[in-house]
């Protein structure tokens, strides 16, 4: 009799634990880890010295006066360039600050026959500056303006007179826009006016009828790509 007692008792409160069970609230689902953190991609530094190659088109211009005959009028002494880059940046905020020199073989080439009957011509074999460059980066893309000095050689003859050979110092200004296509490789593209002022051209080669020299002006509106290196951060 107990034996049958303690065994309904038993089953009396098994089945009162599972109704208890089936009332209480689903356990909560174990918490997740958390994501991993992923940083964000680094962004471009503009700062450094870099390298580079560059090439392009002047369109050149030049014009002879002299009191041997009236002034030529502007001619086209136009030609290919290129060349090398060495120049170093420096980056704050979004502005970037730096200075650039190149040289670069020179192909500007023009003859006039206006008041000059026997041809005068006017070329320059090479051409360096040195500027300064301001602009605003966005990322990796970099927006400029740039100045400086010009250095050229500028030849000039009248016929077939040997040619007056005279390196000149002038001015050149212009802007452009560059992309840092990879981590230490960027591409550019510029214009740049260059003025290489008045060339002195004495009698035996660009006149023969007047010992007074004859003034002879060139100036080169450039348009050049090119592509830098950029060593550092």
Same mark, same amino acid.
């Given at each position: 009799?107990?034996?049958?007692?303690?065994?309904? =008792?038993?089953?009396?409160? #098994?089945?009162?634990?599972?109704?208890?069970?089936?009332?209480?609230? *689903?356990? *909560?689902? =174990?918490?997740?880890?958390?994501?991993?953190?992923?940083?964000?991609?680094?962004?471009?530094?503009?700062?450094?010295?870099? @390298?580079?190659?560059?090439?392009?088109?002047?369109?050149?211009?030049?014009?002879?006066?002299?009191? *041997?005959?009236?002034?030529?009028?502007?001619?086209?002494?136009?030609?290919?360039?290129?060349?090398?880059?060495?120049?170093?940046?420096?980056?704050?905020?979004?502005?970037?600050?730096?200075?650039?020199?190149?040289?670069?073989?020179?192909?500007?080439?023009?003859?006039?026959?206006? =008041?000059?009957?026997?041809?005068?011509?006017?070329?320059?074999?090479?051409?360096?500056?040195?500027?300064?460059?301001?602009?605003?980066?966005?990322?990796?893309?970099?927006?400029?303006?740039?100045?400086?000095?010009?250095?050229?050689?500028?030849?000039?003859?009248?016929?077939? @007179?040997?040619?007056?050979? #005279?390196?000149?110092?002038?001015?050149? =200004?212009?802007?452009?826009?560059?992309?840092?296509?990879?981590?230490?490789?960027?591409?550019?593209?510029?214009?740049?006016?260059?003025? @290489?002022?008045?060339?002195?051209?004495?009698?035996?080669?660009?006149?023969?009828?007047?010992?007074?020299?004859?003034?002879?002006?060139?100036?080169?509106?450039?348009?050049? *790509?090119?592509?830098?290196?950029?060593?550092?951060?």
């Amino acid at each position: 009799m107990k034996r049958v007692i303690f065994l309904a =008792a038993a089953l009396l409160l #098994s089945v009162g634990g599972q109704a208890w069970a089936a009332d209480l609230p *689903a356990p *909560a689902p =174990a918490p997740r880890a958390p994501a991993a953190y992923l940083p964000p991609p680094p962004i471009f530094s503009w700062t450094g010295i870099y @390298l580079g190659v560059n090439g392009g088109y002047g369109f050149g211009q030049s014009n002879w006066t002299s009191p *041997a005959f009236p002034p030529t009028g502007h001619f086209s002494a136009s030609g290919f360039l290129a060349g090398g880059t060495i120049g170093g940046n420096y980056q704050f905020g979004q502005f970037v600050v730096g200075l650039e020199g190149d040289g670069d073989w020179n192909g500007a080439n023009g003859t006039t026959f206006n =008041a000059c009957g026997v041809g005068c011509t006017t070329q320059s074999d090479w051409l360096a500056t040195v500027r300064g460059r301001a602009g605003y980066a966005i990322d990796r893309i970099l927006i400029y303006g740039t100045g400086g000095a010009a250095f050229g050689n500028v030849q000039a003859a009248a016929g077939v @007179l040997p040619f007056a050979n #005279s390196t000149q110092t002038g001015w050149t =200004a212009g802007g452009g826009v560059e992309w840092a296509f990879l981590p230490n490789w960027t591409a550019k593209a510029e214009y740049l006016y260059v003025d @290489l002022g008045n060339m002195s051209c004495p009698i035996g080669n660009c006149s023969t009828t007047t010992a007074i020299p004859t003034t002879v002006s060139f100036t080169e509106n450039i348009v050049r *790509a090119g592509i830098n290196y950029k060593f550092g951060w």
